[in-house]
């Protein structure tokens, strides 16, 4: 009996000890917040539109390059502004159907859905800034070109124009 009596107590007295321990040291962690610093435009290749009907290239622009996740997530959000010759595109690992919002994202934009072929393949004009409207490939797709609003327009792009991009040696 006298076995079982200090069992029980050193049992009762770990229990205490290790919740103590957890008292004082297991705080909660504050949550981690994605850093949203503002950045500014940084030329990371060149890309062209190139006409399906006479392949003639018909725009060129200075691109930022996409393709981490934490790039895909916040693309253009919190920019101000964008000059007429520079853009952002999306470089997925996969062709998939992609879709995409306006949240946080101040600038009116033209969206180019592009394959795996580099043609495009849906076009979203003018999508809303600030709009969290879910805004579909409608196919699927491997490349996502942004560009100032009205510059489908412009240049006449549509669906079937081909890009041809190229890295710049950093």
Not at 15 to 40: H, L, N, Q, V
Not at 62 to 91: C, H, P, V, W
Not at 118 to 125: G, N, P, W, Y
Not at 144 to 153: H, R, S, T
């Amino acid at each position: 009996m006298k076995t079982a009596k200090t069992y029980n107590k050193l049992l009762l007295l770990l229990s205490a000890f290790t919740i103590t321990i957890c008292i004082i040291g297991c705080k909660e962690e504050p949550k981690k917040t994605i850093d949203r610093a503002i950045a500014s435009f940084t030329k990371e290749g060149t890309l062209k539109i190139i006409k399906a009907k006479d392949s003639l290239a018909v725009f060129n622009i200075d691109i930022e390059i996409a393709e981490t996740d934490y790039e895909t997530q916040t693309g253009l959000m919190d920019r101000d502004s964008m000059k007429e010759n520079q853009g952002m595109l999306f470089i997925f690992p996969d062709v998939t159907m992609h879709s995409f919002y306006m949240k946080n994202t101040k600038i009116a934009l033209d969206i180019l859905y592009i394959d795996e072929k580099l043609k495009i393949v849906s076009i979203i004009e003018n999508a809303k800034p600030l709009d969290e409207t879910s805004l579909s490939s409608k196919v699927p797709v491997q490349y996502v070109l942004e560009i100032n609003a009205g510059l489908v327009k412009k240049y006449s792009l549509e669906v079937g124009d081909q890009i041809q991009f190229e890295r710049t040696n950093n």
